[in-house]
């Protein structure tokens, strides 16, 4: 079974920014689709961003034009770059990887903004 790690994560001021990363324990046969959630304290899991193989890409309206995921490599996945971040993303963040016959999740990273 792939494992997902993330890492980045981290505390930040408002208006800062941070880069998240995605690692595989191994490369996933065929992904489909590449993914950020996001889960703050007391709330559920939401998506954040995606991204498919063609390099299409789809954002949470909070974060549009603040955020950018991005493909990386079978080793690296997925990453996230998030600039002027506020507190309200404030959150644990998770990875997500599809395939079409599995869906590995990572096991979250921290991202904390103060105002």
């Known amino acids: 079974q792939v494992q997902l790690v993330e890492s980045g994560g981290g505390l930040v001021q408002a208006g800062g920014s941070l880069r998240l990363s995605c690692a595989a324990s191994a490369s996933i046969f065929d992904p489909n689709v590449r993914a950020w959630y996001r889960q703050a304290s007391g709330k559920q899991r939401e998506l954040v961003a995606t991204?498919?193989?063609?390099?299409?890409?789809n954002y949470a309206d909070s974060v549009k034009g603040r955020f950018t995921i991005a493909r990386g490599s079978a080793l690296n996945p997925v990453n996230l770059q998030m600039n002027s971040l506020k507190p309200e993303d404030t959150a644990v963040y998770y990875c997500n990887v599809r395939s079409f016959l599995n869906e590995y999740w990572g096991q979250g990273t921290q991202v904390t903004v103060s105002s």
């Open positions: 991204i498919t193989n063609d390099g299409s890409t």
